[in-house]
């Protein structure tokens, strides 16, 4: 098992990953499968400030995490929103634990002081995953998506980085 920075190779790999939790209605706001194609510009604007990485099994790319920036306000430069997305094949392996760790133990050499995360109330893996890495609950959000007639809430998780 590895953790490394994703090329434009993995990005179909990535894409996958992706549409594969759409159906699920757990961890995307996406209700339809999306192209590589669409996102390519959200792939090339991820830096060394903003790292996309991959977690490989048996050189395999079995799950991503992503850092982005928040509001895009300069006020909010050390401040990102981190998305983890681990493939169902591989779920349940601690590869998300694995990638928030990797993502922790390099943000203050990326110059992060907040971690910020978007969780749908009823994602309890999610949730429970953050907690334990002391992430906190800073906001709550009910019924701001709709999925399948249905209203979903959304919790605002928090980290605050110590230097």
């Known amino acids: 098992m590895?953790?490394?920075?994703?090329?434009?190779d993995d990005l179909s790999r990535i894409v996958e990953?992706?549409?594969e939790s759409i159906p699920e209605r757990q961890a995307t706001a996406d209700t339809m499968p999306i192209k590589v194609e669409d996102r390519i510009a959200w792939?090339?604007?991820h830096n060394a400030k903003r790292p996309l990485?991959?977690?490989?099994v048996n050189n395999y790319v079995a799950g991503w995490l992503s850092l982005h920036d928040f509001y895009g306000r300069p006020a909010y430069k050390n401040t990102v929103e981190i998305s983890i997305y681990i493939s169902k094949a591989y779920r349940g392996q601690g590869l998300a634990?694995?990638?928030l760790q990797h993502c922790i133990d390099h943000s203050v050499g990326l110059?992060?002081?907040?971690?910020l995360a978007f969780v749908f109330a009823h994602n309890i893996a999610s949730l429970e995953l953050f907690k334990k890495f002391d992430f906190v609950q800073w906001g709550y959000l009910p019924k701001i998506a709709e999925l399948d007639q249905q209203q979903k809430d959304l919790v605002i998780l928090g980290?605050?980085?110590e230097f």
Do not use: D
């Open 2 to 8: 590895s953790i490394r920075a994703a090329t434009v």
């Open 17 to 19: 990953i992706y549409n």
């Open 43 to 45: 792939f090339k604007a």
């Open 53 to 56: 990485w991959v977690i490989e």
């Open 97 to 99: 634990q694995r990638l």
């Open 111 to 115: 110059g992060i002081t907040t971690i």
């Open 159 to 161: 980290y605050q980085l």
